[in-house]
């Protein structure tokens, strides 16, 4: 339904922008453009996230470690093993990425196993293979791919102005500054379709796969401390969302709307399940 929702809101942006650019003709054209472009997002947005990342995928051989961690975490949780990939960054995190848990992905930077030990590390695993359970990789992909498509709508409205249809130079620039408007939009887009209470749900399903939500908190709270300070090289607006941990710093989050629940409130939340998990003896 989610899917549904995000799919239609492209297609009717595009086609008013045709109708603004090209009239009848311009309608027509976006409207086969917008319905390819969905079917494209359908089959290969994980790809070009991954792709813009630059990410590697690895195997048992060249990462031995990740590989069967992530292994074990999908049969315990009975899902199909997802492909596993490994971007360059100095930045820990991760996030996930696919249609569907047969063609799921999941990407962890190489600062991650510096930054983490062997449980915070699963814990993080955990988390992402939890959004590949519930669903929410296919929202939140086609979501990042939306997002940019619509700040590209928006450049170009900021460049080129109205088409050949006859208006006025006032409509023209109320247009032109409504297109402009688009880009922070998209990041308003995300955040009602990529509902934050769904990190919530992939933290405690990480817990309870893991069975250590102290280890995912103590994750949360490392990647948090690097984060906060350096923004992850290449990060983007349109796929901060993605993230286990917002990939801006502190000084450029306060440019975003936010795409992520307080990381202060989520270690409550684990600390909380983790004792309650000790108390019925199912924790670490």
């Known amino acids: 339904m989610r899917t549904a ?5 492209l297609t009717v942006l595009l086609v008013l922008v045709g109708d603004y650019f090209g009239g009848a003709r311009g309608m027509m054209m976006m409207l086969i453009i917008s319905l390819a472009m969905n079917l494209f997002s359908y089959w290969n947005s994980d790809k070009l996230v991954l792709a813009q990342y630059n990410a590697k995928q690895v195997d048992e051989k060249s990462a031995p470690a990740l590989y069967k961690m992530v292994q074990r975490l999908a049969e315990r949780g009975n899902l199909p093993m997802p492909k596993v990939y490994i971007i360059d960054s100095p930045v820990p995190n991760a996030f996930a990425t696919g249609r569907n848990p047969e063609h799921a992905a999941v990407a962890v930077t190489t600062a991650l196993a510096n930054a983490l030990d062997k449980d915070e590390i699963e814990g993080v695993l955990a ?8 669903g929410d990789i296919l929202i939140g992909t086609i979501a990042a791919s939306m997002a940019g498509i619509i700040t590209t709508l928006s450049h170009w409205g ?28 998209a990041a308003g887009i995300i955040q009602m379709a990529v509902s934050r209470s769904r990190e919530y749900m992939a933290d405690k399903s990480g817990g309870e796969l893991s069975g250590n939500p102290d280890a995912l908190a103590d994750a949360l709270l490392k990647i948090e401390s690097y984060a906060k300070n350096r923004t992850m090289p290449g990060a983007t607006e349109n796929t901060a969302h993605m993230f286990i941990i917002c990939p801006f710093s502190a000084k450029d989050m306060q440019q ?10 989520r270690v409550a939340r684990l600390r909380a399940q983790a004792k309650a998990m000790r108390s019925s003896g199912g924790a670490k």
Do not use: Q
């Open 158 to 185: 900021m460049f080129f102005g109205g088409g050949d249809r006859d208006r006025n130079s006032s409509s023209s620039a109320i247009v032109g500054l409504a297109m402009m408007i688009l880009a922070p939009l």
């Open 5 to 9: 929702f995000l799919m239609t809101a």
């Open 127 to 134: 988390h992402e293979l939890s959004h590949v359970k519930h």
């Open 256 to 265: 975003l709307f936010s795409t992520h629940p307080s990381t202060a409130d």
